[in-house]
Every structure is written in structure tokens, then in C-alpha cells.
């Protein structure tokens, strides 16, 4: 008798007291990160971000760097779907050409959540959210500061752009908020416009051949990206002008090498484009898995900073 009272009384207590609490440990969330690549200071701060907040909130990342081609990231994702992560993440290099691989994911029912860049497609169901800058303001920050910085001068004023890469969210759309300021007054032309991809190394190399081909006629460079700008400025002194001076250098992302070329007086002003998006895309990732409601859209704040404020804001900045 005493051995089957045991028995009920065993099976009668809770489950969990018959097993390990480890047992009972919440499963870590596995995340899927399909990073551009690592082309500028900015993507590396922002891949810095991203890995030290999962660390951070627990989650388990699985992280890639496509070397900002697109069949590398879409490669990337695949591996996650095959790897059944719980959500996958990314920065989509250029706007079109994923329909196809978000489409596995949403029939493998793994939420996808879009950070940095955005994507052009009809199908918003495609993923959960869009953490990331609005880029047409960025633009339409940089030809208001042009603008008002050149209002007493009647022109004409002459200006070559460095483009990022051909096809992304954030070349299009700083193209396209810039151009919606200039326009309203002729006397500002853009002269040449080119990409350099973002990388130091090519706005150096595409802003020679503007010199070359322009030479004193350039007024004003902008850039869409600081490196680009920083690239641009040693071609600039290389050719034996003064940058900052005698061409005005309007750029974007904010980093610290932007503030050090502004203290130098070789960068005029530079427009904040926040790569510290890791806490907010770790704390989308949660709610997702919590079941909870999460905006289609979540634009990060930003500012501008003329060369004038860079040395007290410098001692600020994290990335
Ligand atoms: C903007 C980001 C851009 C940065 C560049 O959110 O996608 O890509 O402006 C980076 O520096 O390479």
C-alpha cells in the first residue's frame, strides 16, 4: 500500500518539481542577421550595434556580411530559413529583387524584419517592420543648409555628387530630397554626378575625374556618405585645393572621421544618419516572439551638424 501512496503522491506533484529548472529555462531567441557588408564606418558601427545588443538582450544571432552583393544576402537568408531561425533581419543592399526569398521565408512562417534600408515592393507583407532613417530628409536637410548658406550669393553654383550604391534606398532617396530643395532657386547646378559605392576609396577615385574634368568650375561637393566625402577631400588637396574652403563638402552618416575632417576645417557640414539601430531592432525581435503588435514603419531621430558645432559635439558621439 505505502508504495503505490508513493506513487500517487509522485505523480500528483507538479512536473516541475520532478525536473531540472534548467529544463524549464526559456529557449534563447535565434535571430538571423543578413548584413550589406562592411564598405564604410558607418556599417561597421552598425554591425557593432546589432552584435553587442543581441549580446546584450539574450538572443542568439546568427550574422553574415554579403560584401554588398545581393545574392550574397539572399544566400544568407535562405540559410536561416533552412536553419528555422525564429526571425530573420536585414539591411537590403539595394531597393528591388527580393519578392522571391521573402516569400520562402513568409511560407516558412519566419517574420523578417528590415533594418537601415528599405525595399521597393508592392507586397508590404512581406516583412514585420522598417527600422531605419528617412533618407529623403536627410537629403532635404543637406540642400537647406546649402541653400542658406549660399542665400547671399547669386551664383552660378556649381555642384558634383557622389552617389551611393546605385540602387539602394539611401542613394535614391538623398538624391531625391536634395534635389526637391536646390530646385527652387537655378542658380545651383549639379555640373556631374556619380557613384562611389560608399567606399572611401571610390569617391577618392570618381572625384579626381570631376577635378579633372571640372576643375576650379566645382563649387560645391555632395557627398552621400562621410567616407565617400573623406575619399573625396585627398583628392581634393591632392590636386592642390583646399576643401572646406575653396569647394564647399556637404556629406551624411555623421562619424567620427566626418567630425575629425570638420575640426580640421575640410568638411562643412555633415548630416546624422544614426547606424546604432541594435536596441530597437532586439526589442522589435522580442515583441515579435511576445505575439505583440509592432509599427510597419519606425524612423529613427536625427540631427545636423555644421562644422562649427563638431569640436563640442565630438567628445558625444558613439560611433
Ligand atoms: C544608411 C546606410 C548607408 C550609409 C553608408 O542608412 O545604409 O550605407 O549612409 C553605408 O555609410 O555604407
Redesign the pocket.
Same mark, same amino acid.
Given at each position: 500500500m505505502k508504495r503505490r501512496t508513493v506513487l500517487v503522491a509522485m505523480a500528483a506533484a507538479p512536473l516541475g518539481a520532478m525536473l531540472p529548472l534548467s529544463a524549464f529555462a526559456q529557449k534563447p531567441i535565434v535571430l538571423g542577421f543578413a548584413q550589406?557588408g562592411a564598405?564604410?564606418?558607418?556599417?561597421t558601427a552598425n554591425t557593432e550595434s546589432i552584435k553587442s545588443s543581441a549580446k546584450e538582450a539574450g538572443i542568439d544571432l546568427k550574422f553574415s556580411d554579403a560584401q554588398q552583393k545581393q545574392e550574397n544576402q539572399i544566400k544568407a537568408i535562405r540559410s536561416y530559413i533552412a536553419q528555422k531561425v525564429d526571425v530573420i533581419a536585414f539591411?537590403p543592399v539595394v531597393e528591388t529583387g527580393w519578392e522571391t526569398v521573402l516569400v520562402e521565408a513568409k511560407n516558412a512562417k519566419i517574420p523578417v524584419v528590415l533594418t537601415?534600408?528599405a525595399i521597393s515592393s508592392k507586397d508590404d507583407s512581406l516583412y514585420v517592420t522598417f527600422i531605419?532613417?528617412d533618407?529623403t530628409e536627410e537629403g532635404r536637410k543637406a540642400g537647406r543648409w546649402l541653400v542658406e548658406k549660399e542665400k547671399g550669393n547669386p551664383g552660378p553654383i556649381n555642384i558634383v555628387e557622389l552617389q551611393?550604391t546605385v540602387g539602394?534606398a $539611401?542613394a535614391i532617396d538623398r538624391k531625391k530630397g536634395f534635389e526637391e530643395i536646390i530646385k527652387s532657386d537655378p542658380k545651383f547646378k549639379i555640373i556631374r554626378s556619380q557613384t562611389g559605392d560608399?567606399t572611401r576609396a571610390k569617391g577618392k577615385e570618381v572625384m579626381e575625374a570631376f577635378l579633372k574634368a571640372e576643375g576650379k568650375k566645382i563649387n560645391v561637393l555632395y557627398a552621400?556618405?562621410?567616407?565617400m566625402a573623406i575619399g573625396a577631400i585627398q583628392a581634393i588637396e591632392e590636386a592642390g585645393m583646399k576643401p572646406g574652403k575653396d569647394i564647399i563638402i556637404i556629406s551624411?552618416?555623421g562619424v567620427k572621421g566626418a567630425f575629425e575632417a570638420m575640426m580640421a576645417g575640410k568638411l562643412n557640414v555633415s548630416v546624422e544618419?544614426s $547606424?546604432l539601430l541594435g536596441p530597437q531592432l532586439m526589442s522589435v525581435v522580442k515583441d515579435i516572439k511576445a505575439g505583440k503588435s509592432v509599427p510597419k514603419r519606425i524612423v529613427t531621430q536625427e540631427s545636423i551638424f555644421p562644422m562649427e558645432v563638431a569640436a563640442k559635439e565630438f567628445p558625444n558621439r558613439k560611433y
Open positions: 550589406v564598405e564604410s564606418e558607418w556599417r539591411s537601415d534600408r531605419g532613417s533618407f551611393g539602394s $539611401p560608399f552621400h556618405n562621410d567616407d551624411v552618416d544618419c $547606424p
